[in-house]
Each structure stands twice: as structure tokens, then as C-alpha cells.
């Protein structure tokens, strides 16, 4: 994924020029405006390549549960809110994108029994955009060369060729960021730092923190190795859950009736 993604226009590049200010040198100075940015292409081209579930209860039902999920995290604001939405694939996959846009396919749904394992699925994300593991997916040379361009043009007004240098830019970062969530997938070092946000949130929130190893053993059982979903891209459902047992309670939390309820209710033919 090493070309232009080609869905930035001019209004939204000079809308990330105008928010930075002073171009980041590293992802940590990205400001919380320009994560939004690059946040909102990325999720345009996940939506390029999967169709939404159009299920407006089930699309409700999963917001509140993320909502919540936000705002338990360590990082419960960003730039523009935590949004949520089903993809229409049997795929088993979920992504992140910087921001607080999280994605969440029927196929991932599946592998949840209860609300409680919802909730484990859209806190792990969560984690994913509280550590900023997306921003992290673009290379230094990427701000490098936006601040080499800004810095060239000084206080001056950017020219139409260095707009487009700053447009091909940012777009390659937002490359940089899908190939990561679709293709390449995350380290395993990320992907135990969202597991043990998500294990926080739950805690915070009287779910089950269990209920995040229930989604993976049957995630497990379901996966088609080297397939193209969570088998590709994610560190194998066992060994995520060898790391996070020792940091759960000794007991299970009693199941909340009316939870289940809502979620056999509303999602049972998702």
C-alpha cells in the first residue's frame, strides 16, 4: 500500500496544515486535530472496502456500549468522539482508526455470548486509540518530509506544489496507518497493551473481564489460519489469553440478566 489513497481534497489538507501549527517530528506530536483527520481518511477507506451494516438498533446498541467503553478508558475524549460501526462481513475483524472511529465487523459480533464480550471487543479497540497504536503505524519520514516542506515555505502561503507535496504526504501516512489495520496488523507488544486497557475498562464498568477470553476461545475456534482476517493480523487468540489471565479477578462477576437481555435482543441475528 505504498501509493496515494486519494481521498483527501484541498479543503481537508489545508483543514491538517492549518491545525498542526508546527508539523510533528514524531507521532507523539501529532496534535489531537490532525489524529482526527488522518482518523476520518482512514475510516473512508475502510468504508471503500467493506459495505456498513445497515442495522440502526444494532448500530445504536453497539455506540452505547463503546461510549462507555471511551469513556471508562484512560483517554475517554478525543478530538472529535468515540464512534462505532458494524461492517456487513462475515469476516472476523475490528479496527481502530486514530481518532476514536472504531469498526467493528457481524462476523467478530459472532464470536461474542454476551454483552459483557462486546464490550471486551470495543475496549480492546479502545486501547488501540488510547495508546494511539495507529499513529504509531506512520514512519518518521513521513513528518519529516512535512516538516522539511513547511519549514522551506516559512510564514509564507503554501503553493499549490506544496500543497500537493503536503497532500501526497499526509495521504502516505494514511497509507502507512490502513496497511497496518488491514494488511500487517499490529505488534504483539500493541496488541497486549489493548488487551490489558480493555481488561481496566471492564473492570471499571462491572463487566466480566473474563468475557475477553470467552470472545477468543471462540475466535479461536473459528479463525481459518492464514485467513484474511484476526488470523492474519493479530498474535494468535491463545497466546493473547496466556497474557492476560494472571490479570484477572480469581472469581467471575454474576451475569447481569437484564445486559443479556438487551444483547440476545438486539443483536441475535446479526
Known amino acids: 500500500m505504498g501509493q496515494s489513497v486519494g481521498v483527501l481534497d484541498e479543503r481537508q489538507a489545508q483543514?491538517?496544515?492549518?491545525a498542526g501549527g508546527a508539523v510533528a517530528r514524531s507521532f507523539e506530536d501529532i496534535t489531537p486535530e490532525?489524529?482526527?483527520?488522518?482518523?476520518?481518511?482512514?475510516?473512508?477507506?475502510?468504508?471503500?472496502?467493506?459495505?456498513?451494516?445497515?442495522?440502526?438498533?444494532?448500530?445504536?446498541?453497539?455506540?452505547?456500549?463503546g461510549t462507555l467503553a471511551g469513556l471508562a478508558s484512560d483517554r475517554p475524549e478525543t478530538f472529535g468522539g468515540y464512534h462505532f460501526l458494524i461492517l456487513d462481513s462475515e469476516e472476523i475483524n475490528a479496527f481502530a482508526a486514530p481518532g476514536g472511529l472504531i469498526f467493528v465487523t457481524r462476523g467478530m459480533l459472532r464470536c461474542c455470548g454476551s454483552e459483557d464480550?462486546?464490550?471486551?471487543?470495543?475496549?480492546?479497540?479502545?486501547?488501540?486509540?488510547?495508546?494511539?497504536?495507529?499513529?504509531?503505524?506512520?514512519?518518521?519520514?513521513?513528518?519529516?518530509?512535512?516538516?522539511?516542506?513547511?519549514?522551506?515555505?516559512?510564514?509564507?502561503?503554501?503553493?499549490?506544489?506544496?500543497?500537493?507535496?503536503?497532500?501526497?504526504?499526509?495521504?502516505?501516512?494514511?497509507?502507512?496507518?490502513?496497511?497496518?489495520?488491514?494488511?500487517?496488523?499490529?505488534?504483539?507488544?500493541?496488541?497486549?497493551?489493548?488487551?490489558?486497557?480493555?481488561?481496566?475498562?471492564?473492570?471499571?464498568?462491572?463487566?466480566?473481564?473474563?468475557a475477553l477470553v470467552d470472545m477468543l476461545e471462540i475466535m479461536g475456534a473459528r479463525l481459518t489460519p492464514g485467513g484474511s482476517d484476526f488470523a492474519k493480523t493479530h498474535p494468535s487468540p491463545q497466546s493473547r489469553i496466556a497474557d492476560?489471565?494472571?490479570?484477572?479477578?480469581?472469581?467471575?462477576?454474576?451475569?447481569?440478566?437484564?445486559?443479556?437481555?438487551?444483547?440476545e435482543q438486539v443483536l441475535r441475528q446479526v
Open 15 to 18: 483543514s491538517v496544515i492549518r
Open 244 to 263: 492476560i489471565r494472571p490479570l484477572l479477578p480469581k472469581t467471575r462477576p454474576a451475569a447481569v440478566a437484564p445486559r443479556q437481555r438487551r444483547f
Open 117 to 210: 464480550a462486546v464490550a471486551a471487543v470495543l475496549a480492546h479497540e479502545v486501547g488501540h486509540v488510547q495508546h494511539q497504536h495507529g499513529l504509531q503505524a506512520i514512519k518518521k519520514s513521513r513528518v519529516t518530509s512535512a516538516l522539511t516542506i513547511l519549514a522551506a515555505e516559512g510564514a509564507k502561503t503554501l503553493g499549490g506544489q506544496e500543497l500537493a507535496q503536503l497532500t501526497e504526504v499526509f495521504e502516505e501516512s494514511v497509507s502507512d496507518v490502513v496497511s497496518t489495520l488491514v494488511a500487517n496488523g499490529y505488534s504483539r507488544a500493541s496488541e497486549r497493551e489493548a488487551d490489558r486497557a480493555a481488561v481496566t475498562v471492564l473492570a471499571r464498568l462491572g463487566y466480566d473481564s473474563a
Open 34 to 65: 490532525q489524529e482526527y483527520y488522518i482518523g476520518r481518511t482512514v475510516g473512508a477507506v475502510i468504508l471503500s472496502k467493506y459495505t456498513p451494516y445497515q442495522n440502526d438498533e444494532a448500530n445504536r446498541y453497539v455506540n452505547m456500549v
